[in-house]
């Protein structure tokens, strides 16, 4: 499959999971911060692109790139987790192909430039 071919069927993916118009899809846009998606919608999404694209989500910390559905306890803590374990990290729409590509999670630091 060619990179366009999964940048096409991805875009499909995030239009219809999180209702984004197809056009403000683009290999810099951020998952959490441009896209607004965050919690549950998160594991819907991967699962989505687990079953198209036989990705392996094994050893992705979701703590560390997104915010987990509001409750109590997330309202305490939320602020001490990130003091103790740093800011958010970010996820592109280009990693996130290369993790397509590649058929299993691995960290944008570990990809070797900055995507």
């Given at each position: 499959?060619?990179f366009?071919d999964?940048?096409?069927?991805l875009?499909?993916?995030?239009s219809h999971?999180l209702?984004?118009?197809?056009?403000h899809?683009a290999l810099?846009?951020?998952?959490?911060?441009?896209?607004?998606?965050?919690?549950?919608?998160?594991?819907v999404?991967?699962?989505?692109?687990?079953?198209?694209f036989?990705?392996?989500?094994q050893?992705?910390?979701?703590?560390?790139?997104?915010?987990?559905?509001?409750?109590?306890?997330?309202?305490?803590?939320?602020?001490?987790y990130r003091?103790?374990?740093?800011?958010?990290?970010?996820i592109?729409?280009?990693?996130?192909?290369?993790?397509?590509?590649?058929?299993?999670?691995?960290?944008p630091s570990q990809?070797?430039?900055?995507?």
């Amino acid at each position: 499959m060619s990179f366009t071919d999964r940048f096409n069927q991805l875009a499909v993916i995030l239009s219809h999971e999180l209702g984004v118009q197809i056009k403000h899809i683009a290999l810099n846009t951020r998952l959490r911060e441009d896209l607004k998606i965050d919690g549950d919608d998160v594991d819907v999404l991967f699962c989505k692109i687990a079953e198209q694209f036989g990705v392996d989500w094994q050893g992705f910390a979701f703590c560390c790139y997104f915010h987990e559905e509001p409750h109590l306890f997330f309202l305490l803590f939320e602020s001490y987790y990130r003091k103790r374990h740093g800011a958010l990290k970010t996820i592109t729409i280009s990693h996130l192909l290369s993790v397509i590509e590649c058929g299993v999670w691995f960290e944008p630091s570990q990809s070797g430039i900055y995507i």
